[in-house]
């Protein structure tokens, strides 16, 4: 069988947001049963049929790389992380749901991968704020991923969707939400795993078919 050409998903967002049990179900389809800590950073590789149906399918592999969520704004520490920056294709943001810092702290997380070319000596902002402009021309595709959907009470629901939708538009991206523990939040044909199927699909488009200058990586 020929080797299958890949693609590398960085998943970054805060310690403890759900980032290792949520690489677990996307390419093991089984719920984690005993997370831990990552440390640096663990690899685990799902298998994309891309374009799925059509003439134009291909099976490809997705690296997931969950990138450890220390947020010290130590210049080391990001200076580690920058290593895992290398030749990316798509960045997917996971926050916790429960948890509105781990929401915000995905600007710092984005900018810190975006822009691994620079210095490490940290975020960019305006005015204790974070420059939303400064996506405006990002042409790595990205995907927001809410974790820990279950522990939110119905009452309170809509009012924390509602602020992570405007989370969402800031990076101009799709945004899913779901309870790791349980998989039938990734089932075939859900809303949820069509957005992750198209995201997957665009990732590919952008690393082998668009071929705009910085974006293609050789592996």
Same mark, same amino acid.
């Given at each position: ?8 998903? %960085? ?10 049990? %949520?690489?677990? $179900? %996307?390419?093991?389809?089984? *719920? $984690? ?5 990552? *440390? ?9 049929? /891309?374009?799925?149906? #059509?003439?134009?399918?291909?099976? /490809? ?23 895992? /920056? ?7 943001? *996971?926050?916790?749901? #429960? ?7 995905? /600007? ?17 902002? #305006? ?27 119905? #009452?309170?629901?809509?009012?924390? $969707? ?31 795993? *069509? ?25």
């Amino acid at each position: 069988m020929a080797a299958l050409d890949r693609v590398k998903v %960085l998943v970054l967002g805060d310690s403890g947001v759900g980032k290792s049990s %949520l690489v677990h $179900l %996307l390419c093991q389809n089984q *719920v $984690l049963g005993n997370p831990s800590w990552t *440390v640096g950073c663990s690899v685990d590789v799902r298998i994309h049929d /891309y374009k799925e149906g #059509t003439p134009e399918e291909k099976t /490809y592999y997705i690296e997931l790389w969950d990138v450890g969520g220390s947020v010290g704004s130590a210049t080391s520490v990001k200076s580690t992380r920058a290593v895992f /920056y290398n030749s990316l294709n798509g960045i997917i943001l *996971v926050h916790d749901l #429960t948890n509105k810092k781990s929401s915000q702290n995905l /600007y710092r997380w984005s900018l810190e991968a975006l822009n691994r070319d620079v210095a490490p000596t940290g975020v960019l902002v #305006t005015n204790g704020d974070y420059d939303r402009e400064q996506f405006a021309d990002n042409q790595i595709p990205l995907l927001v991923i809410g974790t820990k959907l279950d522990q939110i009470p119905e #009452t309170k629901r809509n009012e924390v $969707l509602t602020r992570t939708a405007f989370l969402a538009e800031d990076f101009n991206a799709e945004e899913i939400n779901l309870d790791c523990t349980n998989p039938r939040y990734l089932a075939a044909g859900s809303s949820n795993a *069509v957005k992750l199927s198209r995201f997957f699909d665009k990732v590919i488009e952008k690393r082998y078919f668009l071929r705009d200058g910085n974006q293609v990586c050789n592996f």
